[in-house]
Each structure stands twice: as C-alpha cells, then as structure tokens.
C-alpha cells in the first residue's frame, strides 16, 4: 500500500527530515515519482486514487483473498481506508458497533472514525487499543482533508513512513519505495502508535507518556529519518480531550 498527503494537510514531525537526503546522489522525490515507482514495483493488480494536490492512495489487491496477511480497501461517505493484516476480535468489535455481519476490518476502522469524529466523546487511544490483532491502517477522510493512521503494537505488521521532495508525507508496507522516494528522510513508523493530521503522532499503548525523537544512522553512516519511542519518564501536560468533531484529535503533546 501506499498512502501520500500534501503537508498542508498532514503535519509530519520534523524529526523525519534528514539533511543527508540531499547530500547523497539519491535525493527525495516528489509524490508523483513515487507513485510511479509503486506502480511499477506492483504492476499487477493496483488500483490507485488521487485527490488533487491533497492526496493520492495506492493498493494492491492480495493474491490470497482469505489470508490473514490481508490487504483491503473501501470507501465510505467520502472516507476511505488501507488496511494491511487482520483483526483477532472482529465479530466482537462488530456486534459492538452495530455492523452487518459481512463487515471487514477496513469497513470497521472506519465506523470507528466516523465515531469519533461525529460522536465522541471516546479517546482516540482507548478506540484503537480495542483493535486485537496484527494490523495498520491509514485513513483519509476526504471532506475535511484529515488524516489517521494506526500500526499495532505486536510488530506483526511493517509500515514506514517519510517526506517526499515537496514536504508531503509518505506512508507504505513497501519499504524499497520509501528508501526511493524519501531518500534518507524516512523511518519506521513506530508499533502502537497513531498518528492524526492534527493531533500529531502519540502512543495509544501509554497514551500519557510523550514520545521520544531517537536519532538514526544507517550502515554509511549517515542521519536518517528518527525513531519515536515511548518516554517512560515524561508524560504529557493532559488527558487526551475528545469531545466534539472539532477538538477529537487534539491531544497535548507538549
């Protein structure tokens, strides 16, 4: 998979920025590079969206529908959701949303932000940490322009995340195409976390802890994009405020 957004709408920590990527001979490329890229490293069975300038969303159906490895994807009002791996507790998580019985993990990580975007109030973090399984999701609510993504905490599943040449930000399972198209600004994106285009980057596992910038440095030698760990010694200033489609995302990281 592979999600881009303009950074007018995604606002990617600037730890993910590395100087060296335009030291190098291989220097960041913009959004459209990279998805040519994708497409040519997946040339089967990809489907690709663009929303202007705002964002662009990449998929490659699964050679095996049923395995637990899955790849989905679906749109839902405007709302439209990648989902890589699968979920222990899906039919639980169903029956406590309501849903149809036909429900699939994608359609479900969107129920639950519509919820929280439309009816809280639920912290954010308490939402995603029901989530039992091996997963990550990016989710790109076109109507408003927002963006939340997710990875879970068991390292089941593998995301990255960096910049392209234009500032935008690049998330994929497909790690040759972020070392391509974000040079060295890149990372992975870290286990039991989620990231909102507005609430920033937080730990729904110690959802009071801050996070930690954690330089990087590869085998030449040279700064890569950071790690983020949780800080066990610093937590942040309040409890995650959820409580209106204005406000859901907006915790205190500082």
Not at 75 to 88: H, K, M, Q
Not at 94 to 109: C, F, H, P, R, W
Request: glycine share 8%.
């Amino acid at each position: 998979m592979l999600a881009i957004f303009h950074k007018a709408f995604a606002h990617p920590p600037e730890e993910l920025n590395s100087p060296a990527s335009y030291k190098g001979s291989k220097k960041p490329k913009v959004p459209e590079e990279t998805l040519k890229d994708f497409l040519a490293h997946h040339p089967q069975n990809t489907c690709s969206m663009s929303f202007g300038h705002a964002a662009v969303l990449a998929y490659v159906r699964p050679d095996q529908p049923f395995s637990r490895n899955q790849r989905l994807f679906c749109g839902i009002d405007d709302i439209y959701c990648i989902f890589l791996g699968s979920l222990n507790n899906l039919s639980l998580l169903i029956k406590q949303y309501g849903l149809s019985k036909n429900t699939d993990e994608a359609m479900l990580v969107i129920e639950a932000y519509k919820t929280l975007r439309d009816r809280g109030p639920y912290p954010a973090d308490q939402v995603v940490k029901e989530l039992d399984g091996s997963f990550a999701f990016v989710v790109y609510d076109s109507k408003v322009g927002s963006v939340f993504a997710a990875l879970g905490s068991d390292g089941g599943v593998k995301l990255y995340w960096g910049l392209a040449a234009d500032g935008s930000v690049v998330i994929s399972d497909d790690l040759e195409v972020i070392k391509e198209g974000c040079a060295k600004s890149f990372a992975p994106f870290p286990t039991g976390c989620m990231f909102h285009s507005e609430g920033g980057l937080m730990s729904f596992e110690h959802p009071m802890n801050k996070l930690k910038a954690m330089p990087r440095v590869d085998s030449e030698g040279a700064m890569c994009g950071a790690n983020f760990k949780v800080d066990k010694f610093s937590r942040v200033n309040s409890i995650p405020r959820v409580g209106s489609q204005s406000n859901w995302m907006e915790w205190d990281q500082h």
